[in-house]
């Protein structure tokens, strides 16, 4: 029988027999899924060897469990009971490790922070600063100050893997509000569609598209671009103080959240040029919002309010959720690898970070430092968050690689794949007994 499973492949799931898992070919060949290791067990094709063959580690999907394979499901176990499949699959992490203070290249309003997989570079903006408003990091850890095109009150940094370009926007200026950069070192002034307080943008792959939402203007507070340089505006949205805008690759939708609006702070759109208003969950001002494909929700962060995070599967229907503390929450990021949300705030005294697996259960982190931290990024490449803040001495970058909850010396974690999108598929890991 042939189900489509979580990676768009047609496999075939056999009830009573090791050859569960075979991927059917057009041709004929059959192949196995297997996973590499390292958390999530990211899911590659090999070639459909015998059981001994596949090695202490692989993965089949199986309606039972078969003798030798373990439940791909998070389980803990001791090292000393499983050494070959500990060998192979290493540390599991599944929480987030101490935050250590970084030093900016000057100590500046640092608003914004990306990641470019491209060039394994983080590059933040400030809102300040002269000829000095962009650093640049490999690591997090050192900076090194960039030239803006002009000592704007930058708000927001964005990288576009297909144009392989850093997009920034600035809240003041006048007719240089963007620039771009493919290296985050040369940046070039762009005129944005109009002189409005461009305060975020993100991109879409889908869309080729880069989307800006402002927190005012007198006659747009949206543009899009589909290169950085050519921008758009858009009169369809509402007049609220947009804050932050994502993208959902899943819904093939534009999000976004403001921190003004009576019933209407948020809107949605599937092309960045027509938008729907939305009721959030409350009237409070959101600052943040993040997309996790995994969990397939948007997840947005208030700087006021009761329940100051607020969780959606399709951008219409929130649901108000309690934050782990009534801190003014600025920035939310999505680690896949970790399955984490990430929040940092402005406000807030040894509890300026907050994480969450699912949006709904949070849990305080203590910051490097008390700053105002106003935003997050996540490198897959480094295993590592990186946050910016606005205020601070020396320590207004802070990094955090992630770390295990279990006893690493004594213990490992399987990790916690997804069972089969349709049927009673399960993912087993061999065990090498």
């Known amino acids: 029988m042939e189900r489509r499973n979580d990676y768009g492949i047609n496999t075939q799931f056999e009830r009573d027999t090791l050859r569960i898992g075979e991927i059917i070919l057009g041709d004929g060949e059959r192949q196995l899924v297997t996973a590499t290791r390292g958390p999530g067990g990211r899911i590659v094709k090999s070639i459909g060897l015998p059981r001994p063959e596949m090695g202490v580690g692989a993965v089949i999907y199986a309606q039972r469990q078969h003798p030798g394979y373990l439940p791909a499901n998070g389980a803990v176990y001791t ?13 599991v992490p599944d929480g987030i490790g101490t935050w250590s203070a970084r030093t900016p290249a000057a100590d500046l309003q640092w608003n914004s922070v990306a990641w470019s ?3 394994g570079l983080f590059c933040a ?3 300040n600063g002269t000829n000095n408003g962009v650093m640049t990091s490999p690591d997090g850890i050192t900076w ?22 850093f997009c920034a926007v600035a809240s003041s200026g006048t007719g240089n509000r963007v620039m771009t950069s493919p290296d985050g070192i040369n ?21 080729r598209l880069f989307c800006a939402v402002a927190a005012s203007g007198t006659t747009s507070r949206l543009m899009t671009s589909p290169d950085g340089i050519n921008w758009t505006a858009s009169t369809a949205g509402l007049a609220n103080e947009w804050r932050d805008v994502a993208w959902s690759p899943e819904l093939g939708l534009f999000c976004a959240v403001a921190s003004t609006g009576t019933g209407n702070r948020v809107m949605t759109s599937p092309d960045g040029v027509n938008w729907t208003a939305r009721a959030s969950a409350a009237d409070n001002e959101w600052r943040g919002i993040v997309w996790a494909p995994a969990l397939g929700l948007f997840c947005a962060v208030a700087s006021t309010g009761t329940n100051r995070v607020m969780t959606s599967p399709d951008g219409v229907n ?3 959720l309690l934050s782990a503390a009534e801190n003014q929450w600025r920035c939310i990021e999505w680690s896949p690898e970790l399955g984490l949300f990430c929040a940092v705030a402005s406000t807030g005294t040894g509890n300026g970070v907050m994480t969450s697996p699912d949006g709904l259960n949070w849990l305080v982190r203590t910051p490097a430092a008390n700053n105002q931290w106003f935003g997050i990024a996540w490198s897959p490449a ?19 690689s992630p770390a295990a909850t279990y006893n690493a010396a004594t ?5 916690d794949l997804p069972a089969a999108i349709s049927g009673h598929a399960r993912p087993f890991i061999y065990a090498g007994r």
């Open 187 to 207: 940046w070039t002034a762009r005129n944005g569609s109009t002189e409005s307080a461009w305060f975020a943008i993100t991109w879409s792959p889908a869309r």
């Open 382 to 400: 480094l295993g590592r968050f990186c946050a910016v803040a606005s205020t601070g001495t020396g320590n207004g970058v802070m990094t955090c």
């Open 79 to 91: 090292r000393a009971a499983y050494p070959e499949l500990r060998e192979a699959i290493g540390t």
């Open 318 to 320: 929130w649901t108000a």
């Open 117 to 119: 997989p491209a060039l």
């Open 411 to 415: 213990q490992f974690k399987l990790p």
């Open 125 to 127: 903006v400030a809102a």
């Open 144 to 165: 090194t100050a960039r030239t803006p095109t002009a000592n704007n009150a930058w708000r927001d940094v964005v990288w576009a893997p297909e144009l392989g370009l």
